[in-house]
């Protein structure tokens, strides 16, 4: 008996690792970690406004410090590969790989890099947005098949008034702006920014291949990709801006929010 139930063990061990290690191929076939990579030089500049603008431009070595630690990309990569495996099933996980190591699916995911990298730069981005394409038919209808504007805009949202929980916090003051009164503010510049963003993206792609990309993300597979990825790093993001709240208002006690 206790050889069967140690071959039980055995199994099962190795099926979660199984699970574990397609969660893990498919975050670097999602392209997340080169992702990351621009999401920190933008946090960067987050930490910059967020100096000029609640610390009066005091926060020194001590906050551009602190801005790094927070937004290490291997610290955050290891938070969202732990999410991953967590919520997506092994066999949703595997069958994802299917399509993102295809021609197509490796296409896709470079463009999205190459054009996530280029919107570092602040012209590209306005350019982009600015584009008769960001209004297409076809950047839409992908927006609306994964509901992005909407989930985008809940993590934005969930994000900032974190942050300002950890600011209220550490400070000790009252103060903090009512975030959801500012959501159809945030949904807009959510909106404008992925409409520009997608039109970049798809303007290297093939009719056929935006309608098979978009049709992906309507299987149940990819919507169960999309959940994760989006509990994921919505974890990660809203973690981090509460961590963000707290550092800033452990630096201004005197200032009013």
Not at 2 to 11: E, I, Q, T
Not at 115 to 136: H, M
Not at 153 to 169: E, H
Not at 211 to 231: H, I, P, S
């Amino acid at each position: 008996m206790r050889f069967v139930v140690a071959c039980l063990a055995l199994a099962m061990s190795a099926c979660l690792a199984s699970a574990n290690e397609d969660a893990d191929r498919l975050v670097d076939a999602l392209g997340v970690p080169a992702l990351l990579q621009a999401f920190t030089i933008e946090g960067e500049r987050a930490g910059q406004s967020i100096n000029d603008g609640f610390l009066d431009g005091q926060g020194g070595d001590v906050w551009a410090e602190t801005v790094r630690r927070l937004y290490d990309p291997l610290r955050m990569e290891a938070e969202i590969r732990t999410v991953m495996a967590d919520v997506l099933g092994a066999d949703q996980a595997a069958q994802a790989l299917l399509f993102f190591d295809s021609d197509l699916g490796r296409k896709v995911i470079e463009l999205e890099v190459e054009a996530r990298q280029a919107f570092i730069d602040a012209q590209v981005e306005a350019a982009a947005k600015l584009a008769p394409s960001a209004q297409s038919a076809s950047v839409t209808g992908f927006l609306v098949a994964r509901d992005l504007i909407g989930r985008n805009t809940d993590v934005a949202v969930a994000a900032r008034i974190a942050f300002f929980d950890g600011l209220v916090m550490a400070s000790g003051r009252d103060g903090a702006p009512d975030v959801e009164a500012l959501r159809p503010g945030i949904a807009q510049e959510t909106e404008s920014w992925l409409r520009g963003y997608y039109a970049l993206v798809q303007s290297a792609m093939s009719a056929d291949d935006i309608a098979v990309y978009t049709a992906f993300w309507k299987t149940e597979v990819g919507q169960a990709v999309d959940d994760a990825l989006f509990a994921a790093f919505g974890q990660s993001y809203t973690t981090l801006s509460y961590a963000l709240g707290q550092a800033a208002g452990r630096l201004v006690p005197q200032n009013e929010l």
